[in-house]
């Protein structure tokens, strides 16, 4: 799917000097002479906005267009920096550059203002961000739905080594990129019950009305031709958010409660990874922004003058998740409550309409609700998911399985509890109402099939597909690695960004000596600037020559940076045991942020810190061995480690990690891969070939036959002596002489639970590192394994990944 890239920016030099100008004095009330780097990361943003405004309307929003409108509806979107990307997309990167310096300013000073939009907590939210991005690469007319949160993800700093969350304030007094639409308000209704009309209907009486106010965020295609938009909602309560009678009385507290209730509805995210909280508050948030949206896109469907009957063939709801599912309820309140259709008419747009993805078979990540709290808040929802359970129960699942009792449990939206209350599943009802069920990666969509949902993969034969995942050439190549793409742009033409897989012209090159100089000479550079950024952050010097052996992502017990730790710790044992052994130097780098409630989660944390102080400062290592934890992991951190990085550790527990991102990413810039046989990492050591990635670990079958017979760490520990020595310097207080019981729950946990079981894969891990220092000694060898990495990953690109979409899953183009 290649889309030509246009020749010359949208706009000119000069036009471009005298917008950004303006933007300057009128807006900000400054002058060239005087602005600050965030006066102009400000008027540069905005001068970008507007040119991206005036193509929205000639491209996605353009009413005449026939293709089907595509509306990702997610929690989440992890956004990062918007200037740098937008400068690149638009062609105007040079020119700004060029212009800031005429006025004796740094570009790289300018877009480092930009506070990263985090309004995400991982992998989810940062797929929804790169699809955003494809979708208008692809000339998808497509909306991203989502909450414009006041605040994002925490911010993580490192107190003596644990972790301290901060409140992360994005954007106190606005964002640049954000355009307010108050006339497309919409208004909700929560709690209240149910009345009888006139004419014995049912009847919603909403006990609370709230409004969403959309912010409107412009997204460019590569050249800035093609626009799509996201739409952010942000709450507000009614017409009288200040109780006047109460005010007066001198009450102020609780006469503002109304304004406090309705601001914390997209007040802020949750930081939870892999397990949802069954809060009130985040099920108020998921049916907020999920009406909100609803009602504009019905709103602008009435508005094109076309009937409500053809809504699904105009606009197709793609579900992040179950965060958004109560969508399948609401959308059919409103066909039938609202827009007076019956109950089969209203199923078959709805059906027709929504499509779910997963994103993980944990079993305690799959959401549930208690039935009497989503009916408390949403009465009329809870009638109508029982509707749809008993048609379901009555009609397709009775045909089906009869009064198998066993499997009608197993398919129902409801669990019933012994305390009497009732769960209800949103991935069952996410399945029942809809058209195509997505996982992420082969081996993931595989497992859906087979283990989590069987029975509906029977009933509905070719629902349930796979769409694996990408991630964007254009933020994660072209915009995060520049040395790379002019080295690319010299040798293969520049077609690459919005066509990844010209990448595969490379494959020749790893046979040219210069070439392979070349790739390792912008790696060297790369791990350079990241070496100045670990001094600052970090203050450890870091030799630049050695290995980067790189974790980034959430700290999960399944993705076992617990394994690399033990891994650190022999090779730290085996360096002193052996001095002058020649040993490959290396540099683990680790970016992590923990679920404020993840107790284990932060105390692994601790102990990378605790540990990674102690190998620092030993001097006997000769500088052969450092360990950073860089704080505050995030998009705009992430785009300064990938290109730096040599190893990239991909180690969950087979069967754990439905895709994996970074995976990509890492891989496209050349970092060689350690995994497991996980997620996307199947795929992409089929595409890298056997000999360019180092496998290790049990696979999801031999996984399952060890829970099976049942799993004991504690034979691992006992019977492995490298193994032992690294778990009993945790428990015994080798890295923290002051708290020796410091580092103990750890390796507790290690050997009687290691529920993700790292002590299994030790051994074969450990053997797979030793085959990683050895080849890293043999720089031909490396660095050609390097080049065919990056030339075989162009499968990665979420431009693919949304191509599938539409042809697999939306039927849209
Ligand atoms: C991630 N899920 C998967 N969930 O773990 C990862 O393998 C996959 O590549 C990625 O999705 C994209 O498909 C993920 O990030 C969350 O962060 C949820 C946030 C809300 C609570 C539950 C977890």
Redesign the pocket.
Same mark, same amino acid.
């Given at each position: 799917m290649s889309q030509k890239k246009s020749e010359t920016p949208l706009m000119d030099h000069n036009t471009f000097t005298v917008e950004l100008e303006k933007h300057l004095r009128r807006e900000l009330g400054t002058t060239p002479k005087r602005a600050t780097a965030h006066d102009w990361w400000q008027a540069l943003s905005l001068t970008l906005r507007d040119i991206n405004l005036d193509q929205l309307q000639q491209s996605s929003l353009d009413e005449s267009q026939q293709d089907r409108h595509v509306c990702y509806l997610s929690m989440?979107f992890l956004m990062g920096r918007l200037l740098g990307d937008a400068l690149m997309n638009l062609g105007l990167y040079e020119t700004a550059a060029t212009l800031l310096q005429s006025h004796g300013v740094r570009i790289s000073d300018v877009l480092d203002q930009e506070r990263d939009m985090s309004l995400g907590?991982?992998?989810? $939210?940062r797929?929804a961000a790169c699809f955003m991005d494809s979708l208008a690469n692809q000339n998808i007319p497509a909306t991203g739905y989502g909450i414009n949160y006041r605040y994002g993800l925490f911010r993580q700093a490192f107190v003596d080594g644990y972790q301290k969350e901060m409140p992360d304030v994005w954007r106190e007094f606005g964002s640049p990129w954000e355009t307010c639409r108050p006339s497309e308000t919409v208004e909700i209704g929560l709690f209240g019950h149910m009345e009888m009309d006139r004419d014995g209907n049912n009847r919603w009486v909403p006990g609370k009305k709230l409004f969403g106010v959309p912010w409107d965020i412009t997204i460019p295609s590569f050249g800035g031709q093609y626009v799509n938009r996201l739409r952010l909602w942000e709450s507000l309560v009614g017409a009288y958010p200040i109780d006047l009678d109460k005010y007066n009385q001198g009450e102020y507290l609780e006469a503002c409660r109304n304004l406090v209730d309705g601001d914390t509805i997209s007040g802020v995210l949750?930081p939870?990874?892999?397990?949802?909280q069954g809060k009130d508050l985040r099920l108020i948030q998921q049916y907020f922004f999920t009406a909100c949206s609803l009602k504009d896109i019905i709103r602008q469907h009435k508005q094109r003058g076309l009937p409500m009957g053809s809504l699904a063939k105009h606009y197709a709801l793609q579900l992040n998740?179950t965060h958004p599912a109560i969508a399948i309820p609401e959308l059919m309140r409103l066909l039938m409550d609202e827009e007076g259709m019956v109950w089969n008419q209203a199923w078959a747009i709805t059906q027709e309409m929504c499509h779910y993805t997963n994103? %993980?078979l944990l079993p305690e #990540?799959l959401e549930k609700w208690s039935a009497s709290l989503l009916g408390r808040i949403l009465p009329r929802h809870l009638q109508i998911i029982e509707m749809i359970n008993y048609v379901f129960l009555n009609g397709e699942a009775k045909e089906q399985w009869g009064d198998n009792l066993e499997i009608i449990q197993k398919v129902s939206i409801f669990e019933e509890l012994d305390n009497g209350d009732r769960m209800i599943r949103m991935a069952n009802l996410s399945v029942i109402g809809s058209r195509r069920v997505n996982g992420?990666a082969a081996l993931h969509s595989g497992l859906v099939k087979a283990n989590l949902f069987p029975e509906f993969d029977t009933l509905y034969p070719g629902k349930l597909v796979n769409v694996t995942?990408g991630v964007t050439p254009r933020r994660w190549l072209a915009h995060c690695n520049p040395g790379l793409a002019r080295l690319l742009d010299r040798n293969i033409g520049t077609d690459w960004r919005t066509d990844l897989d010209q990448l595969e012209k490379l494959t020749p090159l790893a046979e040219s000596p210069d070439f392979l100089d070349a790739f390792a000479n912008v790696r060297f550079k790369n791990k350079e600037r990241l070496a100045r950024l670990i001094e600052k952050e970090c203050k450890v010097t870091v030799n630049p020559n050695a290995l980067f052996d790189v974790q980034i992502k959430r700290l999960h017990e399944y993705k076992r940076q617990q394994l690399n730790l033990l891994h650190i710790i022999s090779l730290y044992h085996e360096m002193l045991d052996n001095p002058d052994a020649d040993h490959t130097p290396r540099v683990f780098v680790f970016g992590a942020k923990a679920a404020p409630g993840y107790v284990l989660a932060k105390q692994i944390i601790l102990a990378i810190n605790k540990i990674a102080q102690v190998i620092n400062n030993d001097r006997r290592l000769d500088d052969r061995l450092k360990v950073v934890f860089l704080p505050d992991y995030r998009v705009s951190l992430a785009e300064q480690i990938i290109p730096a990085a040599d190893l990239s550790e991909q180690i969950s527990t087979a069967g754990f990690? #439905?895709? $994996? %991102?970074g995976n990509m990413k890492l891989g496209l810039n050349g970092a060689l891969t350690i995994g497991t046989l996980d $997620?996307a990492n199947v795929e992409i050591a089929e595409a890298v070939g056997d000999d360019n990635i180092f496998i290790f670990g049990k696979t999801v079958d031999e996984i399952a036959a060890l829970q099976q017979q049942g799993y004991n760490p504690y034979h691992y520990y006992e019977s492995n002596p490298v193994l032992k020595r690294a778990i009993d310097s945790l428990m015994n207080g080798s890295f923290c002489q002051h708290k020796p019981d410091l580092l103990k729950p750890v390796a507790e946990d290690l050997m009687h639970r290691d529920q993700f079981m790292a002590l299994a894969d030790f051994e074969s891990y450990r053997e797979a590192q030793q085959e990683v220092s050895e080849t890293f000694r043999k720089p031909r060898l490396w660095w050609r394994k390097a080049v065919l990495n990056t030339a075989r990953l162009g499968r990665f690109s979420s431009d693919r990944s949304i191509a599938d979409y539409a042809e697999k899953v939306w039927n849209s183009k």
């Open positions: 989440e907590n991982g992998g989810l $939210g797929l949750y939870e990874d892999s397990t949802p998740d994103h %993980t #990540a992420v995942n990690e #439905a895709s $994996g %991102t $997620g």
